[in-house]
C-alpha cells in the first residue's frame, strides 16, 4: 500500500470554526489531491497540488483551501466550517500525471461532521 | 470525461471466479480504463488499469474488447474480503492534475 496517512482520521467540530485536515506521503509523489466523498455524489476533486507551493482548484473548491509547503504534506483547510462541509475527505497522490505515472492511490479518510 | 455503465449489484460464491462488467461505449483512443475498489469506510483502493491490452497484476486480471467499448474486471479466486463496491474509470492519460470521476459502481457481495 502506498504510504498515505491522513490526520485526523475523525474529527467533530461546530460551525464557524477552523478545521485543518493533513495528508502525509512517504512515496515522494509529485502530485497530491484532495476529495471529499458524500452519498449520491461519489468523490468530488477539491484542490489539487502538482508541486511544492503549486496548486490548483478542483470541481468543489469553494469554502477550501489547501497550502504545501513539502513535498511530504498536503492541508487542506475549512477556514470557517459549515454543516454542508461534513463529509469523509480522502487524499491521494500520484507520480506524475503523464504516461504510466498519474495512477492515484489513496489514503484512508477523514470523517468530517460539522455540527 | 467518457461515461461508464455498471450493474449495481453482483453476487459471487466464495472461491469462484467474480467477473464485473463495465460498458464504455463512448471512449476516446487516448483514454485508458482503470479499475479501483472501496471496502466500507476505507479509502479507495487503486486495482489494475489498461488501454487496449488484456492486464493481469496480482489482484486481479482485465479483459478490454478489441473495439474498447467494454470491459471486464476478473477477480479469479474471490473472497470473503473481495466484498466492496468496484468502480470502472475512463479517463485520458497525459491528464495533468485531471480528476477521478466515480460512478455508483458495481456492489459485489461474496458469499460462504
Known amino acids: 500500500d502506498a504510504g498515505i496517512t491522513q490526520s485526523p482520521r475523525h474529527k467533530v467540530t461546530e460551525t464557524g470554526t477552523p478545521v485543518t485536515l493533513r495528508c502525509h506521503q512517504t512515496?515522494?509523489?509529485?502530485?497530491m489531491y484532495w476529495y471529499r466523498q458524500d452519498p449520491g455524489h461519489g468523490l468530488r476533486l477539491i484542490h489539487y497540488?502538482?508541486?511544492?507551493?503549486?496548486?490548483d482548484k478542483g470541481e468543489v473548491s469553494d469554502g477550501y483551501s489547501v497550502s504545501r509547503s513539502k513535498t511530504e504534506d498536503f492541508l487542506l483547510t475549512l477556514e470557517s466550517a459549515t454543516s454542508s462541509q461534513t463529509s469523509v475527505y480522502f487524499c491521494?497522490?500520484?507520480?506524475?500525471?503523464?504516461?504510466?505515472?498519474?495512477?492515484?492511490?489513496f489514503g484512508p479518510g477523514t470523517r468530517l461532521t460539522v455540527l | 470525461d467518457a461515461k461508464t455503465t455498471q450493474p449495481p449489484s453482483m453476487d459471487c460464491a466464495e472461491g469462484r471466479a467474480a467477473n464485473l462488467p463495465c460498458n464504455h461505449s463512448?471512449?476516446?483512443?487516448?483514454?485508458?480504463v482503470y479499475w479501483y475498489r472501496q471496502i466500507h469506510s476505507q479509502g479507495p483502493q487503486y486495482i489494475i488499469h489498461?488501454?487496449?491490452n488484456n492486464e493481469t497484476n496480482e489482484m486481479a486480471s482485465l479483459i478490454i474488447t478489441e473495439d474498447r467499448k467494454s470491459s471486464t474486471l476478473i477477480l479469479p479466486h474471490a473472497t470473503l474480503r473481495d466484498t466492496a463496491v468496484y468502480y470502472c474509470?475512463?479517463?485520458?492519460?497525459?491528464?495533468?492534475?485531471?480528476?477521478?470521476?466515480f460512478g455508483q459502481g458495481t456492489e459485489l457481495s461474496v458469499k460462504p
Open positions: 491521494a497522490i500520484s507520480e506524475g500525471a503523464g504516461f504510466e505515472t498519474d495512477t492515484q492511490y
Open positions: 512515496e515522494n509523489h509529485r502530485y
Open positions: 497540488s502538482y508541486g511544492v507551493k503549486d496548486t
Open positions: 463512448t471512449i476516446s483512443g487516448n483514454e485508458y
Open positions: 489498461g488501454l487496449k
Open positions: 474509470i475512463v479517463r485520458p492519460y497525459n491528464n495533468q492534475g485531471g480528476k477521478l470521476i
